[in-house]
């Protein structure tokens, strides 16, 4: 197995661009997904094979990738986007790996 | 709409069995693989376990490999996870989620203490 390896915290002021990065060899290879859990709740899906955005997650989460690290950039973070983000990748068995989270404090 | 709703959780002492079920509705469910993913209190998440959409294929998270068992029954869009010999760290919220592309749809989790 691997791991995926994302900052414990990351902290902005409101209307400023928030990016979480996410790295492992892997990541050259696979596509990664991210999730977005707010205290006391289920995950939600807000980012989808490095780039695409669900219906209904904001404009303002976008996904990117290069080589081995992908970042998720919250363009003007809101404080409703206050919540754990987490990476997540899947092998061609579709057996999936976690990042540790970060915590995102705007 | 896709609902998925978890039940069976609750307080265990170590060495003890739990089964887990996963009710899917809103979907065809026998289209889609499924999986569990659990979280420890204050913790990320951890992927547990993957079935795909026929059952003939079956995952597991290196630690749980050998002592819980992910099964479905496609005629009553259910999924189960069998938990056998749990250990304190099994201790969580288990949640049950739909992938398509990423996981796109869960459940609320249902919680599993195993405490003596």
Known sequence: SYNLIQPPSVSVSPGQTARITCSADVLSKQFAYWYQQKSGQAPILIIYKDSERPSGIP?????????????????????????????????NTASCVFGGGTKLTV | QVRLVESGGGVVQPGTSLRLSCAASGFIFSDFAMNWVRQAPGKGLQWVAVIWYDGSQKYYEDSVRGRFTISRDNSKNLVYLQMDNLRYDDTGVYYCARPTSGLDYWGQGTLVNVSS
């Open chain 1, 59 to 91: 404009e303002r989460f976008s996904g990117s990738s290069s080589g081995t690290t992908v970042t998720l950039t919250i363009s003007g973070a809101q404080p409703e986007d206050e919540a754990d983000y987490y990476c997540q990748s899947a092998d």
